[in-house]
Every structure is written in C-alpha cells, then in structure tokens.
C-alpha cells in the first residue's frame, strides 16, 4: 500500500499547526500522505523537487492537495496552483509523518526462500517466492533523509513506505535495500543483485534487471526492465534508466539513460563517445610527452592511435578502442560473462 | 579438492539428455566436472569464454573432453576439436551441477584464528592458521552466476567449489569472498584484506597481496603475489594482475597488469601516463576558458602548467605531475602509508 | 583517553630491547605512546609519515620523544632533533603496543540510541545520546595496519584507541567505523553516515557532516564540519577537508580540500575545472571522430560545445557544463535533495 495514512484533518488546521501558507484556495481535508505521482483526493502530496514539478498539475487534477516547498512554489509551473507552501516542507512532512498510522507489519516472506544467515528482514517488508536474500543483507533499513529546519537543524524523515521483493529476486550478501519514504522501494521479478550492492529509498528496480557487486543507486531512482549494471556503478537520485540499457562497471550516472543505451564514465555517455574521449586524451599527452620527439600537431595520427604503446603495465586492449578481435575494453558484457562459470581461476 | 563429481556417464547419454551435439568424435565417460585447465582424462571442461580458448588444447591432450559454449565452439582454434556443443553450455551446466555430488562440507577453521562476532562461514570454507576474519564478513556465499536459457530466462548455476583461505590471512569486516563454482576461491597466504572487499568467485588472491577497503574484484580473477590495491579499486573478471603490481586507489582495472606494473585510473593505464593526460587535459581546458584571456595554442606552457591554480579547492599536488617532494599524487604508496600508526588525527 | 599507557622504561632499556639508535641526546623514561600533535612529557610520539613532520618541533617542546621511522629521520627538519631512530619503527611500535596497557573496556551507548540488529559493538566504544547505528554495522573492529619488519614479513599493528561517537549521530546499515590506533577515531555531533561507508582508524568526521552511501576515507583523515560528501567518495589517507567543504558523488580525493570548496572527479579538483576539462575533452574527440567531417583546429568552437549531441544514451545536462537552469550536473546538492521525502519512484 502506497501512502501513510493520519488522523483526518482540515488543511486551515494543519497550516496552524504547522507553519507556511495556503495558496490559491488550496483547501480540504487530509487523510494521507502519498507521492506526487498516485496522490488523489484526500491526499496530500509533498512537491520537493524540481523533478516533480510536472507531476503537480496530474495530483491537482486527482483532486490532491500539494504541500510545496517555497523555493519550488516560486516557478512559472506552479505559482498558480493550490498548494500549501512551506519554507521547509520537508521539516513539516516528518513532523506529520511522525504521527502518521503506518502500522509495523512484521516482514512476510513468500514460499521456497532462502534468506541467509545474519540478514535482516526489518517490519513493512513483503517478500515473494523463491528469493534468495544473502547472508547480513539488510532489507527495510530506514532510507537516508533528513530534513533541514528554520535554525539549520536536521531532523530525521520517518520512512514508512517498507520494501517490496518480488518473486525470483536474488539479493546478494550484505546488500542493503533501503525503506521508502510513502511508498515501497520495489525489487520487481527476476533482478538479480550481487554482492554489496545498496539501493536507496523509493527505488524501483525493474524486472529480470542485472546489478553487479558494490553498485549504488540514490533514492527514488527508476530502472527497467534486463538492464545490466556492471561493478561499483553510481546511479543519481531521481533519475530514470531506460529498459534494456547497459552501464559500464563504475560509470557514474548523473542523469537519465535512454532505454538501450549503453553508457561508460563518469559523467556517465555513450559508450563510443567515452573511448574517443579517452583515445584523445592519452593521443594528445603522448605527443606532448617531455622526453619523446613530438609530432607537429597537423601530422598526429587519427583515432585510434596505431602506435604501440610501452608502458609497463598494460592492459587488454591499451590502444583505445580496442580491436574487435579482443573483448571490448570496458565490456558492460562482463555482467553477463560473469554468468559463466569458470572455466580456471583456481591453481 | 577441485572438481564437482557427477554420476558416471557416458558422453551421448549426456547429450541425449541435456541436448546440443558431440562432434569431432567427442566421447567418453564423464565423471567430474572441472575447470579447463586442470581438467584430465574422465573430466568434462566448461569452455564459456573466449579467454580460455588457448586452454583447450591442453585440456584434451589430458584427456578430458569440452562442453563448449556454440558461439566460442565456432572459431577456428576449436572447429576442429572433440567438443560436446551447445548453445546454451552454461545452462547445461547448471543443470548438471545440480545433480552434482559435491558433499557440503561443514567449514573447517585452523588454530589460532580470530573470528569477528557475526561473521558468517558457510559450508565448503576451510580456514588455515592464525587468520582473521572481520565483523559481520561473508565468506562462501555463493558466487553471482546465472545462465541464460533458450527463452532468455535465467537460472543460478550452482556454486559448489568452496573457498580456501590460507595462514595468516587478514579479512576485514564486512567483506564477501564469494564461493567458487567447480574449484576453490582461493585466498593465499598472509594476504591482508580492508574492511568491505568483495572478492568474487573463482578468483585466485597471492601470497602477501593487500587489498584496500571497498576494492572489488569480479569473478575469475588471478591476482599475483605481493601486489598493492587501493582502495576502491575496481577488476574486472577473468584478468591476471601480475606479481607486485601496484594499483593505485579508485582505478578500474579492464586488462591484464603485468607484474611489476603500477597503475591508475580508468581504465587502468601505466601511472605516468595517466598523470600526463591528466595535466593535457586540464591545460588545454585552461587554455580554452572563456573568461581568461587564451594563448595561442603554439604558445601554451609545456607539462606541467607552471601557472598558479586560483580554484578555491586544492588538492596537495595540484599541479599534475606532483613535484617529487610531495607524497605523488596517486599513491598506491597509500596502502603501505596506511600501515603506519597515526602520529595525529585525534582531537 | 588519547594515549597507551606502557610499563615506564627509560629510552635507553627501550633502545636496546628494540633495537635502533638514540640521536640528538634523546633520553626520558616512556609512560605512554601518544599521537605526536598531543604527546608530551613523559609520551613516546611515532613518527612515521611525512605529514606530521612539521608536528615534531612541537612535540619535543611540549618534552615528548619521538620515535622516528629512520627514512624520515633523515630529513632536515628532523636531523637535529633528539629521536630514537629505527629502521623499522612502525614494527617497534607493534612490539611495543603488544604489550601495552589498553583496558579492553566494554562499549558504552548512551541514552535514547537504537542500535539495529546484527549491529556490533566493540570495546573501547563509546557512543553518545540519540545514535542510530544500523544494522549490521561493525564499530570498532581493528583498523588496517601492519608494519614491515626487517624481512619483509608483516605485523598486525594492535589498534588499542577506541571509537567515540557524539550525540546524534546517524551510522546507516553495514557502515565499519574502525577502531582508532594510539586515539579515538572520532564521529563528531550531529554527523549523518549512509549505508556501507567505510571510516578508516584515527579520521576524525566533523559535527554535522554528511556523507553518502558507500564512501570511503582513508585512514587519519580529519572532515571539517557539515562537510557535505556524495556516495562512493574515496578520501585517500592523512588528508584535511576543510569545514563546509562539498566533494561530489564518486570523487577520488588526494589532497586537502579547503573550507568552503566544492571538488569533483579523480583526483579531485574545484568542479568548475573538472567540468571544463570534461566539455574539451569531449569537443576534442568530437573533432575528430573519423566518421564526421573534422573542422580545422581554429575554427573549434568553444566551450560548451553548442552542437547536439546524436548519441542513444544521453544523461541530463550532456552538454558540459549543465545550463543553470537544470540541477548542476554533478550534484553534491544530491547529498541535500537526498534529505527530501520522495515526490514519485514507486509504480
């Protein structure tokens, strides 16, 4: 269930209560907290980042009430709605989340799991069949927010939304799935998540989608459906990954990826754009190298460079891109050969 | 022990039973299943990936006989090999690993060893001498491998070669020593591992080797003797880090590293020629900046910029090479420095 | 309590038990072994890094001795200081703190914490009022460090100063706070740490910092007050980030950050270069991809580059630097907007 439940009450009463003013005729009596996006009547829906903005005319339209920080209720887009508009509405959405009516359900794990030895199933966790959680993952740990206040103070934001797990999900060891803020951060059928891997609060992690060993992803991040993530990714809060698309082991993502794309860096872009990046990069120091003869500039030679390279630590595929013949360099496919089972590696 | 006993059978029973074509007169009894490059006669070797193609070779002059994957069984070093093929070997695999007869062993710990409170030791582990084991790590979980079935759907594959830790090695908290599939992951003697490092299955750690906190290395990987890692480093699978090697903080590792080697950034390249494209870059970006007046490009200062940096946030070496009488840049050396008490960092 | 109480010893028994030569007329009996910025009469002060050279002066004059590591003993601010010199000084400080008196003094929580389950606490701990530490998270395991001796072999270096937690600290689940050398490792008031950060043995984390999922500082790092750090931040060891300091998510940082900066990328330098490195790098390789027509150098233009970019997975802001009007591309804000309840991200 989406959303925290409060004692019912007029928006007049709460704005007394809690500071901040009511714009635009905002009005009606609130029953619930929920998210921008599913907010309806009776709802009250925090807008508190720009990322939401259009969402507000959507909740407006369900017949939802908007609680709005100040600084967003100042743009074009939502000067002329109702709102509730708070100089710091995230202080005031933990003061009334801390009287919120969400119940501490116990966990509820599905048939045919196997949860390792040491993990941590906390309250407001549903679990389906056949899912493998690792040994010390901790599941439902509240997520990490808090809220700024008047004199600078922080306040933590209670997180009440719980996880949910879907069927066929496995979860490696000493992941840690973070609690939603409203409503559940969601792990839907068939991901798989290696070792160490967090995921913020808010998350939805879409199906059959890979996520190889230490990745993080911020909060309220949305990921399709088969996307495969290498090693030690970062993902952005709030950002949205597109079905199917492929991350590089330790990309940083700062922004959306199109669905199919296959990205590599940080700041995560396409995969080619990055090796041309790098191919530049090194062509241009090696030209300028101090103790080599240098090429003028007009004669370097084009991309990639041909020249052999004879540093003493090399690397498959040192002249960037490397040939075809050869396991692309950064190979976001590793999380598919990861699949394979060895073929050595012991002596 | 490595290698996961099945019931004997023949070949073309096998083929029968699981599907895909035995060709070059492939046959035989099976009786293990063993990584390809130990494996002899009676042995099925899988052959999943391109990287152990040379091994192959070597595998049937000892008798044993392939389960190669279609797609690798294609090219011209194999085409001519007895080979039982399929298109879909790792699937294969997992199905008969799951009959496998690999006993779970309860873990064996030698004498002398400290185990942290909530640490986790999983069948099939055997511990050597005077070893520590961290809080709350992990060790013989199973490792992240799932095959890809005719459909597309995904299936575990059973890891089932344990872990051997040898004397005198350190774990730090937290870590994850993933589980082998058909041999052991291996840890060597006196290795010395932070807090939070993954190391995945089938991988092989040398004698000696120190591994910072929050390093990564994938599955399969053979590090050499006496190599220094920093932390938050990143190796993907299957690579071989030769002897001594040094790797500096935070690199991405994508090919081999020859022994010796010191390396940094992502990915991963010989330190000074990291060092160097870094110091083009930001020159040339310097050069370009819009609000500065900008030479023209025949006159702009040799590596290193001599020119004073005005950014508010330095870093110790600012100018790129780091002069030779600050600690370089980089530093591997950290994982040693980092072994000196500290003279201060109390308050 | 900084400091190791030992059985008192004059210098010259310690010298000639321990090996090594006294200089500079260095003589006193040792009571305890004390970081050098605090020792005093009566206090042996390690001298082991570069960095806390210019701290030795001040030691002799409050009538500490040192014990200096011999390498740098051979420096000149050092050469005519009174010191006992050792080849292998990190190795004495071993033997030495083998045998010192470091009560094994149960953890002390104070009131109003919650500690989540399958959370270790370990001696010489001590945490203040309202500290949430999360689940499974390891406080106060033994840093990561070992002495070389004269053979090569390694010592583990016993870490005997403890963990102190102020009030209102925020630990997330699967966080290791290790446990300081000679001193506390210290988590100042107020400080808010995600899941799956690392802090190394003696770092001292400034009163309201805040610092995100998975990042990691290095041994004897100091962070200022309400540092703000973004996930997977690696801090390299015996670094200073000044007070209000902003290091953006992934940031490699190896120097010291001054107050009031915001650093970005590896190594870490002031965002604005990073980002302008970055826009070059990419117009460069954009000139030059082999597909495209290729403007001459001097007709380039400048930096952002205004042409679109056709590339499938694109991020936000792909053009460097973001225009103001979007969130700034690297974002330490997200450590802040983070704070903020969710708006949508369940489906």
Redesign the interface.
Known sequence: M?GVPIAPRPLTDLAARHGGVLRNGASGVVRRLV????AAAGDL????????VP?AVGAIGRGAVLLANEELAARDEIANLPAWVHPHA?WT?AELLEVGDAPEDEPVIGEGCRI???A?I?PRVTIGARV?I???A?IG?PG?????GRDGS?R??PQL?GVIIEDDV?I???C?I?C?????T?IRR?A?L???V?I?????IGA?S?I???S?I?????VGRGVMMG??V?V????RIGDG?RIA??S???????A????AG????????WL???????R???N???TSARAP?SLTP??PSARPTT????????T?PPPPSV?P???PE?I????????????
């Not at 952005?236 to 950002?239: C, G, K, Y």
């Not at 199919?260 to 990205?263: D, E, F, L």
């Not at 041309?276 to 090194?282: I, K, P, S």
């Open positions: 989406t998210p921008i996006d599913r829906a925090p807008l508190l980042s720009l990322r939401y969402d995230a959405l390792g030895p040491g941590v906390l493998t690792g040994a010390g901790v740990a990490f927010g808090f809220a700024l922080m933590e934001i939304g496995h490696g060891p000493l840690t973070a939603g803020t409203l409503g559940p969601i068939g798989k290696d070792a160490q967090h913020g609060h808010n998350c939805d059959s890979i190889a060993a230490q993080g911020a909060g309220s991040v949305t090693g030690q970062g952005a809060d709030h950002l698309a082991a330790k940083g993502v700062i922004g959306d990826i199109a199919g794309a296959t990205v940080y700041p995560a872009v396409e995969r080619h754009r041309r990046g790098l191919a530049e990069l090194y241009i120091a090696s300028r190298a101090p500039e084009p991309v540093v003493p630590g090399t690397w498959r595929g040192a960037i396991p360099g950064v190979r590793a598919i050969r990861r699949s394979e089972p060895p073929s050595e590696g012991e002596a």
